[in-house]
Structure formats: C-alpha cells, structure tokens
C-alpha cells in the first residue's frame, strides 16, 4: 500500500486523541499500514485503562501482528476482564481477541486457567486460541482438567471438542473422550426434549378451541 512518512505524526496524534471516533479512524489507518511501525503508540494506548475496552484491545490486536507473539504486560492487560470478572462486553472482547493471537506456552497455562469461570459466550471464543497452541502435553492436560471444572462446558459442541484434543499427543484425545461422550449426550438429550416439545406445541395448536355456553 502507498505510504507516506509525513502521516506518522498526525496518525500517532489522532491515536492519542481522547476524540473516539478520531482514534478509530486512526487504527483503521494502521491497521492497513501493518508494516509501519505504530507499535510503541499502539501499545501506549492499549495499556491505557481509562480508554474503552473494545479500543485497547484493537490497538493490541494490531501492535502483535500476525506473527509475533503477544508479550506478558499486553498478555496480563488483555485477560484482565476474565481474571476480575469484567463487564459481559469487555470479557467478549478480550476473548475474540485471543482467539487469534500467538502466545506462549506459559501464556496458554495461564489461559487454561481461566477457562472454569468463562461463561458460555467466551469458552468458544477462548478455546479457538487452543487451536494455535503446540502439541504439547502438559497443555492438553491443564486444558482438560479445566475444562471439566467448568459450568459452560455443556454450551460446546462435541465435534469441535474432539478436533481440538486430537491435535495434542496421546494420551490427551483418549483422556478427553470421556467427557465429550458427556456433553454429546447431553445434546442429544437436550434436542430430544426440543422435538418433544415442538410436537405438543404444535398437537395442542391443532385442536379445536373447545368453548363452553352458558345456559
């Protein structure tokens, strides 16, 4: 894309801006710059806890790239949500962008952590993040153990489950099938009660409405 170095300083300008709207624009601008080095004023602003959530975790999302990984302060910043219980919106966020982010093992431990108090809406969005992890055991592991401590697990679906158990060693699959056989059944328990339902629901709309007269 064409660049031109003059833009530097306007762009870090309107990133620092306190004007939201400007500051978009600003990471659009970046974001469609990627080669341009704005991580240092991407990062200011990421750790800014004072800024919107949906804001920081753009800045970070663009700061790491495709390619590097995500280093522990922004790492410690991005988690923040799910580790003191945040906002449902700020939580989201911090999920969906860690779904595509490169961490390291160390990171992906901490994460595995987290996962007993996601709620429904952010497991998915969290496991996604287990898609780029290595095929590491001691992973697979923590990944597993909290799972299973974890409420929401019953949202997930046994096919994505097994896909992502399959990418780590043996014994990881063999150990988790256990607990996906649980949770498929209880989908398919679940479905059977929806149909069951639905045919009284529609029974009970194709009976005659009985009316009493008065005499």
Known sequence: ???????????????????????????????????????LVLREVAG?????????VAALQ???????????????????????????EGRMQAARALADLRLDRGQFLKLAGLLPAAGP?????????????????GIAAELLENLQRSPARWSLAGHTLQALFRRFPLPAPEKAAPMISEIMGQAVAK?????????????????PLVTVSEE
Not at 121 to 137: T, V
Not at 191 to 207: C, N, P
């Open 1 to 39: 894309d064409e660049w031109d170095d003059a833009w530097r300083g306007p762009l870090s300008a309107a990133l620092r801006s306190r004007d939201l709207p400007l500051g978009q624009l600003a990471l659009q601008a970046i974001g469609a710059h990627r080669k341009q080095d704005f991580g």
């Open 48 to 56: 800014d806890a004072t800024r919107p959530t949906a804001f920081r």
């Open 62 to 88: 663009i700061a790491s790239g495709d390619n590097k990984a995500l280093d522990e302060d922004s790492f410690e910043m991005l988690i923040e949500p799910l580790v003191t219980g945040g906002s449902t």
């Open 121 to 137: 809406m952010e497991l998915p969005q969290l496991l996604q993040a287990f898609k780029h992890a290595p095929a590491d055991g």
């Open 191 to 207: 479905d059977a009660r929806v149909t069951e339902l639905e045919k009284i629901t529609a029974e009970g709309e194709d009976k």
